[in-house]
């Protein structure tokens, strides 16, 4: 059970990213704090709102956007409402 368990954390993780956002975060803080190009208009935008708005208001667990090498993946949801936002830095 213990082996299943540890399994599982490793491939929620390859799967989501070893890190967690809030759906609040500013999508223009993390282009800078992570090196990636966005627009002006989507730099005012939150993660989860430019994630709700890029699947058309209907996000589900694992949908996903990339900016260069860093990947956001819908990691939870409540009531059709983002709670948790995945983070992945992919090599270059």
Partial sequence: ADREL???RQHRKAFFGEFTLSPD???????KAYGFSISPADAESTIGGYLRQR???????????????VEFTVREI?????TAIGIRLHKL
């Fill in 6 to 8: 540890l399994v599982e």
């Fill in 25 to 31: 975060a500013n999508l223009g803080e993390l282009a």
């Fill in 55 to 69: 699947f058309y208001g209907r996000p589900v667990i694992g949908d996903s956007a990339a900016f260069g090498n």
């Fill in 78 to 82: 409540d009531d059709s409402q983002i």
